[in-house]
């Protein structure tokens, strides 16, 4: 809940090497060799049981594989590329707000978090919820939604770690309290909302391009049914969740790495210049090609990444063996992610010089590295600037 697990097990590795006992049933790693054991196609290990704790069941919480296997299957179809290419002009829509808000405010100094949230809050909500927040109408003011989302961040850690207080406060007496507490709900009861909404005005078979439109549908040429009403409002809700802060925390870093490095901030917008037909083509097909905008995004995850803790997995039969450890059933793991790890990548040495590890030439270089390199030449340096602070997610 302080938002230092990251950095305080990251510290632990560095004393005591690539694994660490968290707990007397949870084991941290940081070496490469676990991560296919723990999250590759073929392993047994599944969600952690913290997984039940964070909300309503949907495809990011099932621990059930194969209950799991079918969410992904009846879902999956909203994620193809020809689905997210149909989506762009929303998405668009809401880039161009975003820059204008921005651009409006440039004389001042400008809360690039708030706004890139704001961005990923709206895309989000056109996207997936079939109407947007309003999150640039409130003059700066994030919408209600948002404070609903940090609440349940913050409530679904405080009951992870501490169920039996959690459970007591509920019994408390306090406005402010128990709304803090219900603020799950309230994520819940807005999806709902959007959803009646949405079936109101556009009915179930409208073709409106949105990722709601398409779960609502099904996927009838593949043969597979829609989820029920109440499915469709939880898996809405929780993609939104998961969709928002990932990706605000990500554009925010990049925007900062760029203003470390000017002249990488020339040479992107360049590339993007001279790959771009018209002001409006910001299509994925454009972009997916651009080298120097994917190793920035690729090098910003790797130095900030979004989600620092890692992904809580638990192991269903002995695995043989991580780092020297043979690992019994039922024992809870985690890989450690943050960029001081290093292990997990080939990446030895920062490309961002704001950001300099431990320097170490005799190992491979970063191939974001390499990439950016060879595309447009050696790597520039920049005077060190305090980093923002990492939101939780
Ligand atoms: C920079 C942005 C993002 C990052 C870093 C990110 C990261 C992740 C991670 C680490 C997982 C694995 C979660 C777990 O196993 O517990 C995941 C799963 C997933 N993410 Fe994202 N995500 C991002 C943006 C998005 C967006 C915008 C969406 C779309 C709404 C999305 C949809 C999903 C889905 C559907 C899954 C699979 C859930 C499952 O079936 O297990 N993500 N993401």
């Not at 049933?25 to 196609?41: D, K, M, Q, W």
């Not at 996927?219 to 990706?247: H, M, Q, R, W, Y």
């Amino acid at each position: 809940m302080t938002n230092r697990r990251a950095s305080v097990v990251d510290a632990l590795h560095k004393k005591y090497g690539p694994v660490v006992r968290l707990s007397p049933n949870e084991l941290s790693f940081a070496c490469r060799e676990a991560v296919r054991p723990i999250y590759g196609h073929q392993t047994t290990c599944i969600k952690a049981p913290v997984y039940e704790i964070f909300g309503r069941p949907s495809s990011f919480l099932m621990r059930d594989v194969r209950e799991h296997r079918q969410r992904q299957r009846r879902i999956a179809h909203i994620f193809s590329v020809t689905s997210l290419r149909q989506m762009e002009p929303l998405v668009q829509s809401v880039i161009d707000r975003t820059v204008n808000t921005i651009e409006m405010r440039a004389s001042n100094a400008v809360d690039t978090l708030h706004w890139c949230r704001m961005m990923a809050l709206d895309v989000a909500g056109e996207v997936l919820m079939g109407r947007n927040f309003g999150a640039f109408d409130g003059e700066g003011q994030a919408p209600v939604f948002v404070k609903y989302l940090d609440n349940a961040a913050l409530s679904y850690c405080l009951q992870a770690m501490a169920p039996g207080l959690f459970r007591l406060l509920g019994l408390l007496p306090l406005e402010k309290l128990q709304s803090f507490l219900a603020s799950s709900r309230n994520v819940y009861a807005y999806g709902q909302n959007a959803f009646d909404e949405y079936i109101k005005l556009n009915g179930r078979t409208s073709a409106r391009p949105t990722l709601l439109t398409k779960l609502i549908a099904g996927n009838p040429e593949k043969g597979i049914e829609p989820l029920s009403d109440e499915e469709i409002t939880v898996e809405v809700s929780n993609l939104t969740f998961g969709a928002v802060d990932t990706t605000s925390i990500t554009a925010t870093y990049a925007l900062y790495r760029l203003c470390c490095h000017p002249v990488w901030q020339t040479r992107l917008r360049e590339e993007i210049r001279k790959s771009r037909p018209s002001r409006d083509d910001f299509s994925y097909t454009t972009l997916q090609n651009l080298p120097i905008l994917n190793a920035v995004l690729v090098e910003t995850m790797r130095l900030h990444p979004p989600l620092p803790n890692g992904l809580l997995r638990e192991t269903t039969a002995p695995i043989t063996t991580i780092a020297g450890l043979d690992l019994p059933a039922k024992v809870r793991t985690v890989t450690q992610v943050l960029r001081d790890g290093h292990v997990l990548t080939r990446y030895r040495r920062p490309l961002c010089p704001c950001r300099r590890g431990p320097r170490r030439e005799t190992q491979p270089a970063s191939p974001t590295r390499t990439r950016l390199t060879r595309a447009v030449g050696s790597t520039p340096t920049a005077p060190s600037i305090q980093a923002p602070r990492s939101r939780t997610t």
